[in-house]
């Protein structure tokens, strides 16, 4: 079982960058593809990025696709996103997810972390 704690959060500007990051409890992070996800009010989980658990494979949402990065640092049980070209339209919660390999599917990751709000200002 693995604990996840989302931060970095903010409210930034459009054009704007930030970082989210995802720390991991327990020993057996590297076990554990790593993904992002976002909710925008009323509507469902949406796929933002996943990380392998090597950290060798990435996907992206077309949305953030040449804005995000994903990375993970296993030795500190992290996972990050990083966030240039903010646009209005990003804002809302994003979350952290753990499961078994890389999904862009809600259902496939067991492990949530509790959100994180980004607020981009036009």
């Known amino acids: 079982q693995v604990q996840l704690v989302e931060s970095g959060g903010g409210l930034v500007q459009a054009g704007g960058s930030l970082r989210l990051s995802c720390a991991a409890s327990g020993r057996t992070f590297s076990s554990y593809a790593m993904a992002w996800f976002r909710q925008p009010p009323g509507k469902e989980r949406e796929f933002v990025a996943v990380?392998?658990?090597?950290?060798?494979?990435?996907l992206y949402a077309g949305s953030v696709k040449g804005r995000c990065t994903i990375s993970r640092d296993n030795a500190k049980n992290t996972v990050y996103l990083q966030m240039n070209g903010l646009k209005p339209e990003d804002t809302t919660v994003y979350y952290c997810?753990?499961?078994?390999?890389?999904?862009?599917?809600?259902?496939?990751?067991?492990?949530w972390g509790q959100g994180t709000q980004v607020t981009v200002s036009s």
């Open positions: 997810a753990a499961g078994p390999t890389c999904s862009d599917y809600a259902a496939h990751y067991a492990y």
């Open positions: 990380i392998s658990r090597s950290g060798l494979s990435t």
